[in-house]
């Protein structure tokens, strides 16, 4: 399986700072058969499912903000949320689907400072 | 619009096989490249990947469950039903499905189903 490593487990940032998650893959993400990073980003706010925020590393999913970005390729990975916002306050799952099974992370947990 | 919601039994007990259906209205299985999968999140811990189908009938299961796991879909009832034998108080979590684009990423999930395992 490849393995999903997120860092830190959890950050604090004030209002209208930048939070930088990170995602390391045991392997590469690339899909062979076109060369993308198949690597997603997913926020999860408490008792709700993951909602997409990223796809292909970089991709902004329509409808979200474009204070969330990513960026990153092969195995190393960052999510960056440019001016938190209060609404932000929510755990972050980096996803690979390149390679079955399907992985995530363990999760980064966004507070205010 | 796409949407999706798990049901099920809220409570199992050990040794006991767990259904679980998924309904989903706002696309069908005609799309090249699409599918329904499931994932789990035990409480307080992360996400993790268990089964997909795709829409040519293709299945994928996580390598470390795969014998306990059998996904199906059934079209005309617009459902996507996964199966676990054997369950264990570990397999406690809530249980997600969500719908798979063409270009891969699950971007519909629905609002998780949450499955306690107990005597």
């Known amino acids: 399986d490849i393995v999903m490593t997120q860092s830190p487990d959890s950050l604090a940032v004030s209002l209208g700072e930048r939070a930088i998650i990170n995602c390391k893959s045991s392997e590469s993400v690339v899909y062979s058969l076109d060369n993308k990073d198949y690597l997603a980003w997913y926020q999860q706010k408490p008792g709700q499912p993951p909602k997409l925020l990223i796809y292909w590393a970089s991709t902004r999913e329509s409808g979200v903000p474009d204070r969330f970005s990513g960026s990153g390729s092969g195995t190393d990975f960052t999510l960056t949320i440019s001016s938190l916002q209060p609404e932000d306050v929510a755990v972050y799952s980096c996803?690979?689907?390149?390679?079955?099974?399907?992985?995530f992370g363990g999760g980064t947990r966004v507070e205010i400072k | 619009q796409i949407t999706l919601k798990e049901s099920g039994p809220t409570l199992v007990k050990p040794t006991q096989t767990l259904t679980l259906a998924c309904t989903f209205s706002g696309f069908s299985f005609t799309t090249f490249g699409m599918g329904v999968g499931w994932i789990r999140q035990p409480p307080g811990k992360a996400l993790e990947w268990l089964a997909l189908i795709y829409w040519d009938d293709d299945k994928q299961y996580s390598p470390s469950l795969r014998t306990r796991l059998t996904i199906t879909k059934d079209t005309s009832t617009n459902q996507v039903v996964l199966t676990m034998t054997n369950m264990d108080p570990a397999d406690t979590a809530t249980y997600y499905c969500?719908?798979?684009?063409?270009?891969?990423?699950?971007?519909?999930w629905g609002q998780g189903a949450l499955v306690t395992v107990s005597s």
């Open positions: 969500a719908y798979r684009r063409p270009r891969g990423d699950l971007d519909f």
């Open positions: 996803q690979q689907y390149s390679t079955i099974p399907f992985t």
